[in-house]
């Protein structure tokens, strides 16, 4: 199949849409599709936040986030959380969101999210417009309902959201190989 070049880009999709909250005085949510796994032992995850963001002040200052995994039916409050800034908005009350206590960290998760990662910044890089957030996942929540029969996380049930070049898309059916 003949292909096409072009300049280099940000065209690794699908991407997770996460909802994450940092802040402990007064939390903020950041909506981010810049987030991943980054490392197994320990576990970590990664999240890139420019540093003109609310949020990037409140993850330096506190030193903990919670990576919350939404479900498509909070497609309004994610996409809401990513047009408006905590500066001028408390996003919790404007989306309908509730704050929970997370267990390992002072930062709050989100209650209507199924999945949450508790994360604790081991280090940040900065790399140009974006700064990387390395965080340890030093617990992980999930909503009882989703356990499955051997104890695991049963994510395909969470019916949780990506990201795909400018669009939020529900994850998809499971393929048989």
């Given at each position: ?6 300049q ?8 997770p849409?996460?909802?994450v ?30 540093p003109?963001r609310?949020s ?16 498509a ?7 809401r959380c990513?047009?408006?800034s905590?500066?001028?908005?408390d ?30 910044v ?12 390395l ?19 049963a994510?395909?049930r ?17 393929l048989?190989?």
């Amino acid at each position: 199949m003949a292909k096409i070049t072009r300049q280099g880009s940000t065209a690794l999709f699908p991407v997770p849409a996460v909802l994450v909250t940092c802040g402990v005085e007064r939390p903020n949510i950041i909506t981010l599709a810049w987030a991943g796994t980054v490392c197994s032992q320990p576990p970590m995850v990664g999240i890139g936040v420019r540093p003109e963001r609310h949020s990037h002040h409140l993850l330096r200052e506190v030193g903990e986030f919670v990576v919350n995994l939404p479900p498509a039916d909070l497609v309004a409050a994610v996409n809401r959380c990513g047009t408006v800034s905590g500066r001028d908005y408390d996003k919790f009350d404007l989306c309908g969101l509730t704050a929970a206590p997370a267990s390992q960290v002072r930062v709050p998760l989100i209650a209507e999210c199924p999945i949450h990662l508790e994360c604790i910044v081991r280090q940040t890089l900065s790399l140009g417009t974006h700064d990387l957030f390395l965080g340890e996942v030093v617990a992980v929540q999930a909503d009882e309902a989703l356990v499955s029969a051997t104890g695991g996380i049963a994510y395909h049930r969470a019916n949780l959201l990506c990201y795909l070049a400018g669009q939020y898309r529900a994850m998809g059916e499971r393929l048989k190989i």
